[in-house]
């Protein structure tokens, strides 16, 4: 875990530990937890399957299949 106060630079450090890991050819997915409301968290971080009104879309965990999913503001 990279933690800090908020403009301290923990994205510039997992960017760095994300293009030292085997990871490094995977995309880096960045989640800033503090934009996203309360009740739309979940679908957010795991998608949505098709079969109603909002059809499918990716999640963000999705997303960074085989990369590094940052979350900043998770507290």
């Known amino acids: 875990a990279v933690r800090g106060e908020t403009g301290t630079g923990k994205e510039v450090i997992a960017r760095l530990l994300h293009s030292c ?10 989640l800033d937890v503090a934009t996203i409301p309360a009740a739309h968290f979940e679908k957010t971080l795991f998608g949505v399957m ?8 990716e999640g ?12 900043d503001d998770i507290g």
């Open 21 to 30: 890991s085997p990871r490094r050819d995977g995309p880096f997915v960045t």
């Open 50 to 57: 098709g079969g109603d009104a909002e059809g499918s879309s």
């Open 60 to 71: 963000y965990l999705e997303a960074a299949a085989g990369g590094t999913l940052f979350i």
